[in-house]
């Protein structure tokens, strides 16, 4: 599986900006597809997902409010928008894929068997 993020760019605080994620195989729809971020010095963290079956998506608190991911199977691709952006969203954001077919998705990195190469978001005036 391959997974190619695009989207990312400069934006001001309070803008918005919508990454995408296009994804290769045609098992697409039976993956758990979740966004996770990396600031400067920090570790990785979850930033949402959603499940394969069920519709069930999850949020970090932080975004929890102002970013909605999404999913389109028949295009293979899983979409964050973000909405109120604000300084300390700045990263480089990952797309990644679960193949295990658990049921309700995980906010583990290490639950994820595929990753994306990552896009640069950065919010500043």
């Known amino acids: 599986v391959q997974l190619v993020e695009s989207g990312g760019g400069l934006v001001q605080p309070g803008g918005s900006l919508r990454l995408s994620c296009a994804g290769s195989?045609?098992?697409?729809?039976?993956?758990?597809m979740g966004w996770f971020r990396q600031a400067p010095g920090k570790e990785r963290e979850f930033v949402a997902t959603s499940s394969w079956i069920g519709g069930i998506t999850l949020y970090a608190d932080s975004v929890k409010g102002r970013f909605t991911i999404s999913r389109d199977n028949a295009k293979n691709t899983v979409t964050l928008q973000m909405n109120s952006l604000k300084p300390e969203d700045t990263a480089v954001y990952y797309c990644a894929a679960d193949d295990s077919g658990r049921y309700y998705p995980s906010r583990r990195q290490m639950e994820y068997d595929y990753w994306g190469q990552g896009t640069q978001v950065t919010v500043s005036s």
């Open positions: 195989g045609r098992t697409f729809s039976s993956y758990a």
